[in-house]
């Protein structure tokens, strides 16, 4: 079994391989089983994300620990095996902590190009850690025309490309056909609601219990797409909006459906907004990438 401490894979192959996953798992319901959470005694958990590629050959899971520590931030990685499908020996182990961030930010781009309208021009970027960064990576890679504005209210010491700096969210999202959302709030970031219909924004939030970066009483007046509906399972602000009445069949489509064109477009009668939570399909298919990537390398060594 090869073990891959340090993977990589370019942003294209990384594109290539979720619009093919997520091609061919609109074969099957859904895309992948969702999340598994195991909670850890003393505090922590291990979420696992499972998928099969088929046209790879392969089973995969991700096992990502959160471990508390009593001086200190916690521990967290992330480590993807691979398994085949003939032989169910393994093929791979891949440290995925950097991938992880590639898979999250490339869905997200991925999911609001099919969203988008061919003349989209502006979009805002709010939280702009790592995985903010690497959302304007890949939407300059797609949409190199489109301006994008940055804002974090810790601050911002490092800038991708010609990201332009704002001061608040406000001026960030004014006017902005796309905000992609990337943050760590527990709480609402943003109300889509005060954005043009046909506005497209973007939510990752994080695994951490009722954390959401929109008020669930805006999701009836949106336009809801998402990563996968397992996701609905998942996402806080969409299980909080059920409670309340909100019907999740009104969802137009996960992506899937978006990649193959079988969802609706946008109404553009209300914002647009697209939920993801992460899922193992996303993994698998990157960690897969970056595995050929791994075996051509090394080829070309010897």
């Known amino acids: 079994m090869r073990v891959i401490t340090t993977p990589h894979v370019s942003e294209r192959a990384v594109l290539a391989a979720l619009r093919q996953a997520f091609g061919d798992s609109s074969h099957s319901e859904p895309a992948g089983p969702g999340q598994f959470v195991v909670d850890l005694p003393g505090g922590g958990d291990v979420i696992h994300y499972p998928a099969v590629l088929p046209a790879a050959g392969v089973h995969a899971v991700k096992v990502s620990p959160y471990l508390p520590q009593p001086a200190g931030p916690a521990v967290v990685t992330a480590w993807t095996l691979l398994m085949s499908l003939s032989t169910g020996e393994p093929v791979a182990l891949l440290d995925a902590s950097g991938l992880t961030a590639e898979r999250t930010a490339a869905t997200t781009v991925l999911a609001a190009d099919l969203l988008l309208p061919p003349d989209a021009r502006t979009a805002a970027v709010i939280g702009y850690g790592r995985i903010g960064r690497a959302h304007s990576r890949y939407l300059r890679l797609v949409r190199p025309g489109m301006t994008v504005r940055v804002f974090s209210p810790v601050g911002i010491d490092e800038v991708e490309g ?112 697209f939920r993801s939570v992460g899922l193992g399909i996303e993994d698998a298919a990157v960690a897969w990438a970056a595995c050929e990537n791994d075996n051509a390398t090394t080829e070309e060594r010897h």
């Open 162 to 273: 010609e990201d332009k700096v704002v001061s608040s969210v406000e001026e960030a999202v004014e006017g902005a056909d796309l905000v992609m959302l990337c943050t760590s709030a527990a709480d609402d970031v943003l109300d889509p609601r005060g954005l043009a219909a046909g506005a497209v924004v973007t939510s990752i939030s994080t695994n951490a219990p009722g954390a959401r970066e929109i008020p669930p009483a805006a999701v009836q007046e949106l336009d809801v797409y998402v990563d996968a509906r397992t996701s609905l399972r998942v996402a806080a602000e969409l299980l909080q909006a059920t409670a309340s009445g909100w019907d999740p069949a009104l969802v137009r489509g996960d992506l899937a459906d978006l990649v193959t064109g079988r969802a609706p477009r946008p109404s553009g009668e209300r914002p647009v907004y």
